[in-house]
């Protein structure tokens, strides 16, 4: 790390965690830069179903274990991702011995042996999990996605799932994580899910607004909506998977090799704007995640456009400060005052 640049975790002490989805191929090539600027991590695939479970009867800890202590040996938060989701989950988890959908019972079965293997090595080291992962259909005449998890289990598959992680780790802080979570129509049904959840008693104690956004949108006046909306069920809010597409969705091309100048000023703008609204609910943020340490990997190169390139993150593909990193950080000591 240069030492001539501040520590961006270290701006934010005492206002809430920094943190990075990682896996262990970057804390291989970046272990230095990801300790210096990141004191908290999210295992961007390796906690996911099928990457520690692939079998009924074979885990896979290797990833997992080299990400945790990774997280111990530098002081770093750890937040699990994920265990109840649509995508990544192998198929024997909802098929019987015959290959035919599998009853109810065998699937929480499966679910709360999962979770208590996972949860429960990992018990004391990860403070924070993800609980269910995008359960919500983005269509409006639809609440719940249609997945296995709604058609083997049912409707309370959630409250189901958020029961047994309890009991697998009662001392881990428990979420629901959404994506589009600023849109009008999804953010009041997530809000409604949520209060569903609570008015039956099952133990959600926060809700991770992802943040996928891009230069152009959500408008900052929806997204202090939704965090005032999500907090007025008195849970914690983590944003957990921020990024900044340099593309608004509907946007296909796929010609540019390096951001335009009109990008990197834009991103410098929309950064600063979405910290101030950070800070300014800081009495309800715990935790801001990007999801990437650095340009170097993102997700977002090839999606939605395939070979396209992206550049969302505070820190360029030689892990350099671009100009949102200091707008982030220059204005971070007012909000210790």
């Known amino acids: 790390m240069d030492t001539k640049t501040p520590s961006l975790c270290g701006a934010y002490q005492g206002i809430f ?11 291989r090539r970046e272990r230095e830069f990801i300790a210096a600027h990141y004191n ?21 800890f290797d990833a997992t274990d080299e990400i945790i202590k990774f997280a111990e040996q530098n002081g770093m938060a750890v937040r699990g ?22 009853s109810r019972a065998l699937v929480l079965e499966r679910l709360e042996s999962h979770a208590y293997a996972v949860m429960g090595r990992y ?6 999990w993800d609980v269910v992962n995008e359960a919500i259909e983005d269509k409006k005449e639809s609440v719940l996605r249609e997945t296995k998890w709604l ?24 979420f629901y994580n959404d994506y589009n979570e600023t849109d009008p129509v999804k953010r009041d049904k997530i809000y409604r899910l949520v209060r569903s959840l609570l008015d039956a008693g099952a133990p959600v104690h926060g809700i991770g607004m992802q943040g996928h956004w891009n230069l152009h949108g959500p408008s900052l006046g929806e997204i202090r909506e939704a965090i005032e909306l999500y907090a007025s069920l008195g849970v914690r809010l983590h944003i957990t998977e ?3 597409s340099a593309f608004a969705f509907e946007d296909r091309r796929s010609d540019l090799l390096t951001p335009t100048e009109e990008m990197e000023r834009l991103l410098t703008q929309r950064y600063d704007e ?22 170097t990997h993102t997700w977002l190169d090839g999606f939605p456009v395939r070979g396209r390139l992206n550049w969302p993150l ?7 400060p671009k100009s949102a990193f200091w707008r982030i950080v220059e204005h971070s000591a007012s909000s210790k005052k």
């Open 81 to 102: 991702h994920t265990l109840v989701w649509h995508n990544q989950t192998p198929d024997w988890v909802f098929e019987d011995a015959a290959g035919a959908p599998a």
């Open 123 to 128: 018990r004391g080291k990860i403070h924070a």
């Open 151 to 174: 058609s083997t289990v049912g409707e309370d598959y959630l409250e189901q799932a958020f029961r047994i992680a309890h009991k697998a780790d009662p001392s881990a802080s428990l």
């Open 242 to 244: 921020l990024d900044i």
């Open 314 to 320: 505070p820190f360029d593909r030689e892990l350099k």
């Open 274 to 295: 979405v910290f101030r609204v950070f800070r300014e609910y800081r009495s309800v943020i715990d935790s801001v995640t990007f999801w990437g340490a650095a340009d």
């Open 17 to 27: 965690n920094i943190g990075a989805a990682v896996g262990t191929r970057s804390i």
């Open 40 to 60: 908290s991590v999210t295992a961007e695939n390796r906690m996911k179903f099928e990457e520690i479970h692939p079998e009924e009867q074979r885990y896979d």
